[in-house]
């Protein structure tokens, strides 16, 4: 049985929540028509709740918070083919980047094991200027509870070369953690 939704008008706060993601996303949910460019060409729809059309009109239609809660704004790859695909210039890549922050800084998220990744992926980046795949797995494993997940597979990857016991460090590190400084401080202001 599917659930309904009934649309009422937008609140002065959604509204402001609404003007504050477009800003962010530098995109206006506004110019889409609907034309499903974007959900044709993404590689990852079908594991989607709302395709990105159907994300970009719970926005049209106010549904902020259901837009905050969909599966989708965590499943999306940021691979921007929606984005290169749209007629209209959306910029749905940047949108979805926006209400996954958005979602985080509200305490909305519907698979904390996704928060976790993404957390653990970019203290590694942070601290050493890429990913550091063990570093990130077993950060994850830990925090989401499942210590031994995967350490079959670790030894194989480890004797291939795919995975590496120490991190790798790049030049400019320094650089690196100052992007990550600049961009709190940037997030701070708004």
């Not at 002065?12 to 609404?18: C, G, T």
């Not at 016991?165 to 400019?172: H, S, T």
């Not at 690196?176 to 997030?187: L, P, S, T």
């Amino acid at each position: 049985m599917e659930s309904t939704i009934k649309l009422t008008p937008l609140t002065e706060h959604d509204q402001v929540l609404l003007d504050k993601i477009e800003k962010e996303a530098g995109t206006s949910i506004n110019l889409c028509y609907q034309c499903g460019k974007c959900s044709a060409g993404c590689p990852v729809g079908f594991a989607m709740d709302y395709t990105p059309r159907q994300v970009i009109r719970l926005l049209q239609l106010g549904l902020v918070n259901e837009a905050l809660s969909a599966e989708s704004i965590w499943i999306c790859a940021s691979c921007e083919t929606c984005s290169a695909r749209c007629p209209r210039g959306v910029d749905i890549a940047s949108l979805m980047d926006t209400l996954r922050r958005e979602a985080l800084d509200r305490g909305i998220i519907n698979d904390k094991k996704v928060a976790v990744f993404n957390q653990a992926f970019l203290a590694g980046v942070r601290n050493f200027g890429r990913t550091y795949e063990a570093g990130l797995l077993l950060t994850h494993n830990l925090k989401t509870m499942q210590p031994f997940k995967d350490a079959e597979l670790g030894l194989p990857m480890m004797s291939r070369g795919k995975v590496h016991l120490f991190p790798a460090k790049i030049k400019g590190r320094e650089q690196v953690k100052k992007i990550f400084e600049r961009a709190e401080k940037m997030r701070g202001e708004q």
